[in-house]
């Protein structure tokens, strides 16, 4: 059961981690992976809910309809609950452990997902050129189906002022954008609904836009959610970033280095090649015999091959010693 | 043995001094501030605050002192692992020459920054502060590396 990456956009904002440790789980493993399941559905905080499913099970093999007591010593808790499905040996009650098991895992899963809030998404900060257009993207995600109202709402607050102004509104299949203020026919809906996309484009920016943009985004009947902020910085130029010339620098020296010893071995291995077959042209017959037998078995990984050709180097001077 | 030992603790030193005075933040200090080429710590009534550099400073050779302080930790760093590759690997009777070039270049490179650093920076304020042990560091480093990479160039292997 892989935990789906869904959960994490979802379990934003939330305290708990839900049910992502499930990866792992193993049907047939019973008794272990009841371990597991409890220890972290007790995480999330539905865990009430898990309580209900488990005491009902059996504690031991003479309950099979799944009605059982539970016995004096141990205390009703949620450790003791596992001690008793570990310790059941029935296959039936086994299947009908894992059916539990899963089908509590499921509830569990959906049931508080469900009700999750929606989450939109914008850039942190965007810098711009002054004259220049720019586009601010917007997208949410939702539990719930792309509805026919779902609707966008961009609002603009100056830097230093207190003010938001709407300036783009979507709804019911429309865009409406700025008319009035200072935004008066620099403002574009140019993102796509259906897909989630609620981008806007200004055009023609100025100093006086530098300020907070934030995205609304609803979508009926998931309606609760955070609205998420981009911030536009205009530039007459846009500067570097800190640390980028510094970086450039470091990065070109180690290319260099990286490039220095590449071509430091590269021409180790050529001129171990030519030498070798520069011995193989000089010395006639005998030399080339011995040669042909030693290319056979000739083409190993690359860092062996130097270490073959300069001891193949080694035993032809060794041979000719000998003769 | 000790040779060996010796040298390693040598090159050890070298890297620990670079690395300090890279991060550390003391290549200029006064009463109120303490600074190196990447913030400044400013004591504003009795709180360090870390503010950026002043606009004042000489962009280009900022950079060319950030870059190759760094760089000299790296080929310093580097020429560790190659150190200890080439106690493994060298043939007998050879000099560990790739070691020496590693140190000799980080030598080179914290020479650059601490030159620039010293002609270039806080030129006019001497009477106001002075150098921080960070700088201090970087020389002796410089002297250090020099020194190791000399050892290298001339040290055979047994």
């Known amino acids: 059961m892989q935990s789906n990456g869904g959960w994490k956009g979802g379990g934003m904002g939330r305290a708990g981690p839900g049910m992502r440790g499930v990866v792992g789980y193993k049907p047939g493993d019973s008794g272990v992976s009841v371990v597991v399941l409890s220890l ?29 007591t539970l016995p004096r010593q141990s205390p009703v808790r949620f450790a003791a609950s596992v001690h008793f499905l570990g310790g059941s040996s029935n296959r039936s009650q086994k299947t009908m452990l894992r059916v539990l098991a899963l089908a509590s895992v499921v509830l569990l899963g959906i049931a508080p997902q469900a009700s999750q809030a929606i989450t939109v998404y914008t850039s942190w900060e965007r810098h711009a050129l002054v004259g220049s257009d720019v586009r601010l993207s917007c997208t949410f995600f939702s539990w719930r189906f792309i509805s026919d109202d779902v609707s966008f709402t961009w609002r603009y607050r100056a830097d230093g002022s207190r003010d938001t102004v709407s300036i783009a509104h979507y709804a019911g299949g429309e865009a409406y954008t700025d008319n009035k203020g200072v935004f008066k026919d620099r403002v574009e809906f140019v993102g796509n609904p259906k897909r989630r996309d609620g981008s806007i484009l200004i055009k023609n920016l100025d100093f006086s836009d530098n300020g907070t943009f934030t995205c609304d985004a609803k979508n009926p009947p998931d309606i609760v959610g955070r609205p998420s902020s981009v911030r536009l910085l205009v530039f007459e130029n846009l500067p570097i970033q800190a640390g980028v010339i510094t970086g450039a620098i470091i990065g070109v020296v180690l290319g260099l280095l990286v490039l220095i ?44 091959k130097m270490k073959a050709a300069a001891s193949e180097k080694k035993k032809q001077e060794s041979r000719k010693d000998k003769k | 043995m000790l040779v060996l030992v010796a040298l390693s603790v040598l090159h050890i030193a070298a890297i620990i001094l670079l690395l300090v005075a890279t991060i550390d933040n003391a290549w200029w200090v006064t009463s109120t501030t303490s600074t190196d080429v990447w913030g400044r710590w400013m004591l504003t009534g009795n709180k360090w605050n870390l503010t950026d550099l002043p606009a004042g400073y000489p962009e280009d050779y ?30 007998n009777g050879n000099r560990f020459t790739i070691s020496g070039v590693f140190q000799i270049l980080a030598c080179l490179f914290i020479m650059i920054a601490a030159s620039i650093y010293t002609d270039r920076f806080h030129v006019n304020e001497h009477s106001i502060g002075n150098y921080g042990h960070s700088f201090i560091l970087a020389w002796i480093a410089f002297a250090l590396t020099f020194i190791s990479s000399i050892v290298y160039f001339v040290l055979r292997k047994k």
């Open chain 2, 62 to 91: 900022l950079h060319a002192v950030q870059a190759t302080a760094v760089l000299a930790c790296i080929f310093s760093i580097i020429g560790l692992f190659v150190f200890i590759t080439q106690l493994f690997t060298l043939a």
């Open chain 1, 261 to 304: 010893v590449v071509i430091y071995y590269l021409m180790r291995f050529l001129v171990a090649r030519r030498v070798f077959s520069l011995n193989v042209s000089k010395h006639g017959k005998k030399k080339k015999e011995g040669s042909q037998q030693r290319q056979g078995p000739a083409p190993p990984a690359d860092p062996s």
């Open chain 1, 40 to 68: 972290l559905a007790f995480c999330s905080p539905s865990s009430t809910l898990f309580f209900f499913w488990f005491f009902p099970s059996p504690p031991s093999s003479h309950a099979p309809s799944g009605v059982g």
